[in-house]
């Protein structure tokens, strides 16, 4: 199946800074998924990545929160802007990957902590 | 819009007792199901998927898991648990190039 490599793995930022994860895959993938998991919660999408278009984003996530770029077809980053202790959650990556017969692989996920 | 239950949050078993994890999904259509497990620290990993034919479906680490339409369940099983299957379980249904998760199920197991 696809690799795909998340960096960093984890961090611990002040409230009010940004923070780049970036997403990059092993193979070239049509579409990217950013997902965020809170604490002891399940995962929940935060938008799709196609390359060379917009993001499209889910109820409740706004750009100007998590800008994302997509610039080629191995790499996406997600931007977590203006950060507040409630954005501290694991923040993962997914492609479907047509090497695992289309199910969705995930990255190894981003430990955000906000103090 | 879909939507993924897993009944249980917790459960516990015995090492080498036998295990059944469920899922009920809502979807109008066939849906893609996929179940997923993630240990303390990790991400995640893909253990089975079902897209369609056989409705029992192999995947690794000796899971299996059953396709009910009419139940609108795709349960997860496995034989004998082995104390590193200790972790959480996700299962997803797919649609329109997304995935919607449960809450998870976190399996724990005892010596």
């Known amino acids: 199946s696809a690799v795909i490599s998340q960096k960093p793995s984890r961090d611990i930022c002040q409230r009010g800074t940004s923070l780049t994860i970036q997403c990059q895959v092993d193979?070239?993938?049509?579409?990217m998924f950013w997902y965020r998991q809170q604490p002891g919660q399940s995962l929940t999408l935060i938008a799709t990545?196609?390359?060379?278009?917009?993001?499209?984003?889910e109820s409740g996530f706004v750009i100007d929160k998590f800008p994302i770029s997509r610039p080629n077809l191995t790499f996406s980053t997600l931007t977590v802007s203006n950060m507040s202790p409630e954005d501290s959650s694991i923040y993962l990556c997914?492609?479907?990957?047509?090497?695992?017969?289309?199910?969705?692989?995930f990255g190894s996920g981003t430990r955000l902590t906000v103090v | 819009a879909q939507s993924v239950t897993q009944p249980d949050i917790h459960i516990t078993v015995s090492e080498g007792a036998s295990l059944e994890l469920r899922c009920n999904y809502s979807?109008?259509?066939?849906?893609?199901l996929f179940w997923y497990v993630q240990s303390p620290g990790q991400g995640l990993q893909l253990l089975l998927k079902?897209?369609?034919?056989?409705?029992l479906v192999q995947g690794i680490k000796g899971f299996e898991a059953e396709f009910k339409r009419s139940q609108s369940s795709f349960n997860l099983r496995k034989p004998s648990v082995h104390w590193s299957d200790a972790a959480e379980y996700f299962c997803?249904?797919?649609?329109?190039?997304?995935?919607?998760f449960g809450g998870g199920t976190r399996l724990m197991v005892k010596p």
């Open positions: 990545a196609n390359q060379g278009s917009e993001a499209t984003y």
């Open positions: 979807y109008g259509a066939t849906p893609y």
């Open positions: 997914s492609v479907v990957d047509p090497t695992a017969n289309y199910g969705y692989t």
């Open positions: 997803a249904v797919g649609a329109s190039n997304m995935l919607t």
């Open positions: 193979s070239q993938v049509t579409m």
């Open positions: 079902y897209f369609s034919g056989d409705t």
